[in-house]
């Protein structure tokens, strides 16, 4: 598939980017830089590569409420991309960085009177431990998630998507859940498949024929400045709503990574784990890292069982009607652009 045209662009404007350390935040600051745009990024720790790229910076944790408040001054438009991630942690931990965190940042929108929030969500927000095969935005929300970082994000995306044109009715907003983000640089996804496979910790979870969506990161980006520019439509207006980003290109997931493997010169993976092993696996693992409070993440979960044996991808029609969004880099370009590096 041939790169589709760059996503027209606005003028230039002050935009604040929070995680803009993190792998799709800072592609975002970057492509906002290209277009002339005042960015400032708020993240943790201290980045002075960052402030030599142009970006103002603001170094406070999420979970700090003022500081996450009063780093919206002065904006047009908020990307809110950081969270707490993962899958295993303390719930309060979560809540306080993803839920009193994005509250925060909402506050702040609409104190300092920013036009527009643009929050990174996912699809895990729906999970319900079945299958989802092409599964659409009338999905209800997931309930009883046995993982705090979607548990979290269903509140926070809620909090989101309340506040779209609430009086005085100058901000407005639009949620986005891109699924299973990778691409070159990747620090998360592609490293830790590649880690385990090495490690002899990596096994088929299920029949090894379940379907999944990834996104590409520029796909992803793509995705933010659409949504940013689709919230002055006045037809088929996102705000308010929340989509589903992904490639378009359902991949098998057990070839996807065995053909990852054999590109990182890896013997594929042949050994296998039935669902209601790694289930109970996890369920054990669980028990056993809540009782003596372990560090790290267990091996296994109940939630990861799950996304490794469970279809889950998704229809992004919703996205390519309000959002005018269609995928630039195809999976197989993403794939040869890891090879390139």
């Known amino acids: 598939m041939p790169d589709l045209p760059e996503p027209p662009v606005l003028p230039a404007r002050s935009v604040l980017v929070t995680g803009v350390s993190g792998f799709v935040g800072l592609r975002l600051a970057k492509r906002l830089l290209a277009q002339g745009c005042s960015v400032r990024g708020l993240c943790r720790r201290s980045r002075p590569d960052l402030e030599a790229l142009g970006i103002e910076m603001v170094y406070a944790d999420l979970s700090d409420a003022a500081q996450a408040r009063s780093a919206c001054e002065g904006m047009d438009t908020v990307f809110h991309v950081a969270a707490k991630v993962g899958v295993w942690g303390k719930l309060a931990d979560y809540q306080k960085a993803n839920v009193e965190g994005t509250q925060a940042i909402i506050n702040g929108c609409r104190d300092f009177e920013v036009k527009k929030l643009i929050y990174t969500s996912t699809p895990s927000v729906v999970y319900n431990g079945k299958d989802l095969t092409g599964a659409d935005e009338s999905l209800p929300y997931g309930t009883d998630i046995p993982s705090p970082y979607p548990t979290t994000k269903v509140i926070a995306e809620k909090a989101v998507l309340a506040a ?135 091996l296994m979960t109940r939630f990861v069982a799950s996304e490794l044996a469970k279809d889950h991808w998704f229809d992004i029609s919703a996205a390519k009607r309000d959002l005018g969004y269609s995928p630039r880099i195809s999976m197989s370009q993403g794939m040869q652009e890891l090879l390139e590096r």
């Open 164 to 298: 779209h044109n609430q009086p005085p009715g100058y901000l407005k907003t639009v949620a986005l859940r891109p699924h299973l983000i990778w691409g070159a640089g990747d620090p998360n996804l592609i490293p830790r498949v590649l880690d385990r496979a090495r490690a002899g910790r990596l096994r088929i979870v299920g029949d090894g024929k379940n379907r999944v969506d990834l996104t590409h990161v520029e796909n992803v980006v793509d995705a933010h400045l659409l949504a940013e520019i689709a919230l002055d439509r006045p037809e088929n207006n996102p705000g308010g709503k929340a989509y589903f980003i992904s490639n378009d290109e359902p991949v098998v997931l057990w070839d996807w990574i065995n053909e990852l493997l054999e590109n990182h010169e890896l013997p594929p993976l042949s050994s296998r784990m039935s669902l209601s092993a790694a289930r109970r696996a996890g369920a054990i693992l669980e028990f056993i890292w809540k009782t003596f409070r372990l560090k790290g993440e267990p």
